[in-house]
């Protein structure tokens, strides 16, 4: 029996894949420094834990709506208006089981075959997996050293197939983050191409010097060809409870409704209400702000430590909880790629980094500092005798 052939084309995700080898080589009692966590390494807070014992106690464990409940949805409104300045009704939100599956939704549901969705390079492993499924055609372009499209890029590749730019803002892998100024400039290019635009804000508040601004922010028109993709996992540290939403045109998010109602129906219940408290708890900005101090304190070592080896460079990130190093002219003799680099270091020294393939970026690796202070120390230490041994 041969399976499909849209199921040939899909790749491995490579961040999953190295977390399972690492998880392996920990389960056999190995001391493996694991660099590459995509979640926060801080406990959910206790309120939003008693909220969803409450939902439970309370007899809430049934099924919602496919779409979401209600009262999750108003909130998620709350957020957008409170925070962004953007009004959405009810009817132009979807609530998903995770942000992921808000993205492979939206995209199902914008793009088919001969259409084209432009993913600027260095992007999250999953952005052409997605597209591939659903049957259109991934544009990958290669941004310069900043790690962001530019209006000329942009331009330069949009053809009369194009139908999606998706941008993610901060990034994963770079942490790169656009400027309000490099969103208005974008947005004259998308506005007269007429492309929808799939933000994906997930690391919204994981921010450091700058402050967010989103690119259905920028003007209504903006606003009208932007699919916003945001959820709890990570400002809230609820990677594991699977409550994403997305926001925009009322009859694409119906459309992602009823693919929903087929798939998965709703998210889980208990869930959706431990959202609505982390949506609307006061307490939830303070537990937000002290994440924050801690990544960037964390920021600002793996940065430093890292520029100051030989043959690296690197780029300063500005949100999220990654850092890309560029590790190209360290690639010779037995290690030609950053694969290889990567799989010899886990081998070696058992540190798990996530090679920068999978990002579309060959030559650099991506580390989380979602990780204690220790480990990062212990972890760099070992990186460094590594580099040593291969010059």
């Known amino acids: 029996m041969k399976i499909s052939q849209l199921a040939q084309k899909i790749e491995t995700s490579s961040t999953l894949a190295i977390s399972a080898n690492a998880k392996q080589l920990k389960s056999e009692g190995k001391d493996v420094i694991g660099f590459g966590a995509g979640e926060p390494d801080f406990d959910t807070s206790s309120f939003i834990k008693k909220a969803a014992i409450a939902s439970i106690e309370r007899g809430e464990t049934k099924y919602t709506p496919a779409s979401g409940l209600p009262a999750l949805k108003k909130s998620v409104c709350r957020k957008f208006k409170n925070e962004n300045g953007l009004e959405y009704a009810?009817?132009?939100?979807?609530?998903?089981?995770?942000?992921?599956?808000?993205?492979?939704n939206v995209i199902l549901c914008l793009a088919e075959q001969d259409d084209e969705v432009i993913i600027p390079a260095p992007y999250w492993v999953s952005y052409p997996e997605m597209v591939k499924a659903s049957g259109a055609t991934p544009i990958e372009v290669k941004c310069g050293p900043d790690f962001k499209i530019t209006p000329s890029l942009l331009k330069e590749n949009i053809t009369a197939k194009t139908k999606i730019l998706i941008l993610n803002s901060p990034s994963n892998p770079t942490g790169a983050l656009y400027t309000k100024d490099e969103l208005k400039e974008l947005s004259s290019v998308i506005l007269e191409n007429g492309i929808y635009v799939i933000?994906?804000?997930?690391?919204?508040?994981?921010?450091?010097?700058?402050?967010?601004?989103?690119?259905?922010?920028?003007?209504?028109?903006?606003?009208n060809r932007t699919i916003v993709i945001n959820g709890i996992s990570k400002a809230y540290s609820m990677t594991g409870w699977r409550i994403g939403y997305a926001a925009g045109?009322?009859?694409?998010?119906?459309?992602?409704?009823?693919?929903?109602?087929?798939?998965?129906?709703?998210?889980?219940?208990?869930?959706?209400?431990?959202?609505?408290?982390?949506?609307?708890?006061?307490?939830?900005?303070?537990?937000?702000?002290?994440?924050?101090?801690?990544?960037?304190?964390?920021?600002?070592?793996?940065?430093?430590e890292i520029s100051s080896i030989d043959g690296i460079k690197v780029n300063r990130p500005a949100g999220a909880f990654y850092i890309f190093p560029d590790i190209s002219s360290l690639l010779r003799g037995g290690i030609s790629s950053s694969d290889e680099f990567a799989t010899k270091l886990l081998e070696e020294k058992?540190?798990?980094?996530?090679?920068?393939?999978?990002?579309?970026?060959?030559?650099?690796?991506?580390?989380?500092?979602?990780a204690s202070m220790d480990n990062i120390s212990k972890g760099l230490s070992r990186i460094k005798e590594f580099i040593e041994e291969i010059k």
């Open 350 to 370: 058992l540190v798990a980094v996530v090679p920068g393939e999978g990002f579309g970026a060959p030559g650099y690796i991506r580390l989380s500092y979602a």
């Open 249 to 304: 045109d009322r009859e694409i998010i119906a459309a992602c409704g009823r693919l929903q109602s087929h798939s998965t129906s709703n998210p889980a219940t208990v869930s959706q209400y431990a959202a609505i408290e982390a949506l609307d708890s006061p307490e939830s900005s303070r537990a937000i702000q002290e994440m924050v101090a801690e990544f960037r304190k964390r920021r600002d070592y793996i940065y430093d």
């Open 199 to 223: 933000s994906d804000e997930i690391y919204e508040h994981l921010t450091y010097e700058e402050e967010f601004y989103g690119i259905a922010q920028v003007s209504p028109e903006m606003k």
């Open 90 to 104: 009810p009817d132009e939100v979807i609530i998903n089981c995770g942000a992921k599956h808000s993205l492979f």
